[in-house]
């Protein structure tokens, strides 16, 4: 059962629009085990703020700066108190303490475009941070068997830049478009009962 309500609050003027507000949802999940006779219910409570601002600097010129939160629910098998055991040599156990994960956005974008010249150019970036993500800790026991278990976990960010756009030459008889992102991913997990962090970056340039 999912409960949500929301309010906004919007200045609008002829260059400038500024919007704030909040979200609440309260969600609330049920599973029986009907082999057990065990039932497992969870409430959860989220207030999920969101920001906007947007600076039309002219017609052809736009930035924009968007943040908000997200949650995101733990699984109820996830959560389940019992193993699972069949794959005998890959056992999974649910953790009935897993919490919520949240994830803070902030995104940036800007464009700009010349009609008479037909010069335009855009970029921006966004940011992404994960607070309690949840993922999987496994450990291999004395007899070769893989164990792994959902916990919540710190650290996970993702964060990528871009930028673009085109110039005519020789009095438009062609156009060079040009284009560029870079990209991070930082992932943090647990590999017998060890913290492991993944990392990767890319880069991609276009002509």
Same mark, same amino acid.
């Given at each position: 059962?999912?409960?949500?309500?929301?309010?906004? &609050?919007?200045?609008?003027?002829?260059?400038? @629009?500024?919007?704030? =507000?909040? +979200?609440?949802?309260?969600? !609330?999940?049920? %599973?029986?085990?009907?082999?057990?006779?065990?039932?497992?219910?969870?409430?959860?409570?989220?207030? &999920?703020?969101?920001?906007?601002?947007?600076? @039309?600097?002219?017609? =052809?010129? +736009?930035?924009?700066?968007? !943040?908000?939160? %997200?949650?995101?629910?733990?699984?109820?098998?996830?959560?389940?108190?019992?193993?699972?055991?069949?794959?005998?040599?890959?056992?999974?156990?649910?953790?009935?303490?897993?919490?919520?994960?949240?994830?803070?956005?902030?995104?940036? %974008?800007?464009?700009?475009?010349?009609?008479?010249?037909?010069?335009?150019?855009?970029?921006?970036?966004?940011?992404?941070?994960?607070?309690?993500?949840?993922?999987?800790?496994?450990?291999?026991?004395?007899?070769?068997?893989?164990?792994?278990?959902?916990?919540?976990?710190?650290?996970?960010?993702?964060?990528?830049?871009?930028?673009?756009?085109?110039?005519?030459?020789?009095?438009?008889?062609?156009?060079?478009?040009?284009?560029?992102?870079?990209?991070?991913?930082?992932?943090?997990?647990?590999?017998?009962?060890?913290?492991?962090?993944?990392?990767?970056?890319?880069?991609?340039?276009?002509?």
């Amino acid at each position: 059962i999912t409960s949500r309500a929301g309010a906004k &609050l919007i200045y609008d003027v002829k260059k400038y @629009r500024f919007s704030i =507000g909040t +979200n609440y949802r309260n969600v !609330y999940q049920e %599973n029986f085990n009907v082999t057990s006779g065990q039932l497992l219910s969870r409430s959860f409570n989220n207030i &999920l703020p969101v920001a906007n601002a947007v600076f @039309r600097i002219n017609q =052809g010129s +736009n930035l924009n700066i968007f !943040y908000n939160m %997200n949650a995101q629910l733990p699984e109820l098998r996830q959560m389940q108190p019992v193993t699972d055991n069949s794959d005998p040599n890959n056992i999974y156990i649910g953790n009935p303490d897993l919490k919520q994960q949240y994830s803070n956005n902030i995104n940036l %974008n800007y464009y700009f475009y010349k009609g008479i010249s037909d010069i335009n150019f855009y970029g921006g970036g966004n940011f992404t941070n994960t607070l309690d993500q949840i993922s999987n800790k496994t450990y291999f026991d004395s007899i070769g068997r893989a164990v792994s278990t959902p916990v919540n976990v710190d650290g996970n960010y993702f964060a990528n830049i871009y930028l673009g756009g085109g110039v005519p030459v020789f009095k438009r008889l062609f156009k060079i478009d040009y284009n560029f992102s870079a990209s991070h991913n930082n992932n943090v997990g647990f590999v017998n009962n060890e913290k492991n962090i993944t990392q990767n970056t890319s880069f991609s340039p276009g002509l």
